[in-house]
C-alpha cells in the first residue's frame, strides 16, 4: 500500500499532481503537506478534498520535528517533492528565503526520509521537482539535455540547482532511491497572478497595463501543467531511479509573441475590438541577470518513457484563459489584500 507525501500540493503545479494521483489511483493513500504561504491555496483543490484516500497537512519543510510526525503517523512509503519558493523576481528581493525553503527545507525532507526508510529503501522512492532554469542561459540556438552543465544564474534557479545536487548526493552517500525531473515553464489553471501569463489575463481583464522586461525578446518553452503532471506521474511509476529526466514543451515563444497571442484570444473571448488589449502592452525595466533563451530537449522521457505533449499551446492557452474567466472569484480571493502590496512593490517604479 502507497502512502505519498506530495510536498507543495497547495501550489499551482502541486494541485494538479495531487488531483491526478487521488483520482487516478484510489488505492494510493496521497499526503498533500504544505505550509500555506502566499502561494499555497486550498481552493485549489476543492473538488477532490473530501476523496477518503486525500489528508492534508499544513507543516513547514524547516519544522524537523513535525516531519518525522508525518512520516510516522503516515506511514510514508514515497515523496514526490514539489513546495518551493518558485517565482524568480521574489528570489531577487529577498534570496534567503529560498535558500531556507527550497535547499534548508529539501535537506530536512531528504533527511526524514533516510531516517524513516532505513529499513529497505528499494521499496521507496524521493522524486524531487526541480526546473530547467538550473542549467542557465542558451543562445539562440541549442537545447539543454539531461547532460548540460548547471550554470544558475538568479537566486531562485542556484536554490533548486543546490537542492538537485543534496539529493543526487543522498542518492550517492546513503543509497536513497531518488529521481529528479528538470522542467521548462508551465501554465494554465490554478497558477499565481504573479507568473507572465495569470498576471497578464488578469491584468487584461483590469485593463491595467501588461509590464513586459526588456526588450520581450526573452525566450521560454511552454508546458501545459496538465501534461506536466502527467509527465510526473509516468516518471514516479516508470522512471529509472537516480535518473534525470528533462520535461518540456517542444514550443518555445518569445514573450512579445506569446503577449501577442494572448492580446488576440482574450481580445476574441471578451468581444473586444482587435487590438484593444495590444494597446496595454508597456515596456519596462529588464529583470536583472534574466536568462535570453530556455528550451528542453525532451527526447528521453519520451524515448524511454512514451511521454509527450498531449495539447498545442493554442488549445492550452484558450483552456487557461477560459478558467480564469470562469473562475473570477477564485482571482478575486488572490487579488485583494497582499497582492495588491506584491504588485505596487514590483511594478510601481519600473
Ligand atoms: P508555487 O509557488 O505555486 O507553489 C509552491 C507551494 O509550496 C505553495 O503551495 C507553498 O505554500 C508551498 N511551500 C512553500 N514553502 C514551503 C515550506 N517551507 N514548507 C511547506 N510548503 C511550502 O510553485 P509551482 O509553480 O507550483 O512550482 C512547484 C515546483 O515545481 C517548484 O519546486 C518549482 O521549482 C518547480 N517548477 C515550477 C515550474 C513553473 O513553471 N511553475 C517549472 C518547473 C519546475
Ligand atoms: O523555466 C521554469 C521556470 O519558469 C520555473 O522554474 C519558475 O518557477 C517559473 O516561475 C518560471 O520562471 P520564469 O522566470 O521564466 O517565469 P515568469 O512567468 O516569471 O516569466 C516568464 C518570462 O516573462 C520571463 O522572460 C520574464 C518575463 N516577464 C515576467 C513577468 C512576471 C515579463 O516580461 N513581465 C512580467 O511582469
Redesign the pocket.
Known amino acids: 500500500m502507497k502512502s505519498i507525501l506530495i510536498?507543495?500540493?497547495?501550489?499551482?503545479?502541486?494541485s494538479h499532481v495531487v488531483r491526478l494521483f487521488v483520482t487516478k489511483f484510489p488505492s494510493y493513500k496521497i499526503i498533500n503537506?504544505?505550509?500555506?504561504?502566499y502561494?499555497?491555496?486550498l481552493e485549489n483543490l476543492s473538488d477532490i478534498d473530501k476523496s477518503p484516500n486525500y489528508a492534508f497537512e499544513k507543516?513547514?519543510?524547516?519544522d524537523v520535528p513535525e516531519l518525522d510526525r508525518v512520516f510516522l503517523e503516515h506511514g510514508i512509503t514515497d515523496v514526490i517533492h514539489?513546495?518551493?519558493?518558485?517565482?524568480v523576481d521574489r528570489s531577487i528581493e529577498a534570496p534567503l528565503d529560498f535558500v531556507?525553503?527550497n535547499i534548508v527545507?529539501t535537506v530536512n525532507l531528504l533527511n526524514a526520509a533516510k531516517k524513516h526508510w532505513k529499513e529497505d529503501l528499494s521499496k521507496h522512492l524521493l522524486y524531487h521537482?526541480?526546473?530547467?532554469e538550473v542549467y542557465g542561459a542558451l543562445g539562440a540556438t541549442g537545447f539543454f539535455t539531461e547532460e548540460t552543465p548547471y550554470h544558475p544564474n538568479s537566486p531562485y534557479s542556484a536554490s533548486?540547482a543546490s537542492s538537485d545536487h543534496f539529493v543526487r548526493a543522498y542518492g550517492e552517500t546513503y543509497d536513497l532511491p531518488f529521481v529528479i525531473t528538470n522542467?521548462?515553464?508551465?501554465y494554465g489553471p490554478y497558477h499565481?497572478p504573479e507568473?507572465l501569463i495569470p498576471l497578464f489575463i488578469n491584468n487584461i481583464i483590469e485593463k491595467k497595463p501588461l509590464p513586459v522586461y526588456g526588450d520581450g525578446l526573452y525566450t521560454r518553452d511552454w508546458l501545459f501543467v496538465k501534461d506536466h503532471a502527467r509527465a510526473i506521474e509516468v516518471v514516479f511509476h516508470k522512471g529509472k531511479p537516480g535518473g534525470t529526466y528533462n520535461i518540456g514543451g517542444f514550443n518555445e515563444w518569445r514573450n512579445i509573441d506569446l503577449v501577442k497571442l494572448l492580446c488576440k484570444q482574450m481580445d476574441e473571448k471578451l468581444g473586444n475590438p482587435a487590438g484593444t488589449s495590444d494597446n496595454l502592452i508597456t515596456y519596462v525595466k529588464d529583470r536583472p541577470g534574466h536568462d535570453r533563451r530556455y528550451a528542453i530537449d525532451a527526447t528521453k522521457i519520451n524515448k524511454e518513457l512514451g511521454w509527450e505533449p498531449s495539447v498545442t499551446f493554442e488549445e492550452g492557452l484558450s483552456e487557461t484563459i477560459d478558467w480564469y474567466l470562469n473562475n473570477k472569484k477564485w482571482l478575486n480571493n488572490i487579488t485583494s489584500g497582499d497582492y495588491q502590496q506584491y504588485y505596487n512593490k514590483m511594478y510601481h517604479n519600473r
Open positions: 510536498t507543495g500540493g497547495a501550489g499551482f503545479i502541486g503537506l504544505d505550509v500555506l504561504t502561494a499555497g491555496n507543516v513547514n519543510l524547516l514539489l513546495a518551493a519558493e518558485s517565482h531556507y525553503t527545507g521537482v526541480s526546473t530547467d533548486k522542467c521548462s515553464n508551465n499565481f507568473k
